[in-house]
């Protein structure tokens, strides 16, 4: 029983990691020409393989570690504010 109730931990870490993967790899790759390209294929690779998805929750655990979106939103200028006539 212990095995499970860790089994269980352990899938509801992974899928919020993997969460917080995919939003950080959309957070980066905001302002790329290719972003619509790697975003579909990320996705399409998980959804199709499944086994990527480890790599994008290590990425989201890259991210929470050392702040990966942070650093390069510090890189990038602000967003300039909608304007409305």
């Known amino acids: 029983m212990p095995g499970f109730v860790a089994a269980i931990g352990v899938a509801v870490l992974a899928v ?3 969460i917080a993967g995919f939003s950080a790899l959309h957070a980066i790759t905001r ?3 290719a972003r619509t ?3 579909a294929s990320a996705w399409a690779s998980v959804i199709l393989l499944g086994w990527p998805l480890l790599f ?3 990425f989201g655990v ?3 570690l050392f702040d990966l979106r942070g650093k390069v939103a510090a890189r990038k200028p602000p967003f300039t504010p909608i304007q409305r006539n």
């Open 37 to 39: 390209w790697l975003l």
């Open 56 to 58: 994008v929750a290590m």
């Open 31 to 33: 302002n790329t020409g």
């Open 16 to 18: 919020a990691y993997a």
């Open 62 to 64: 890259a991210d929470s």
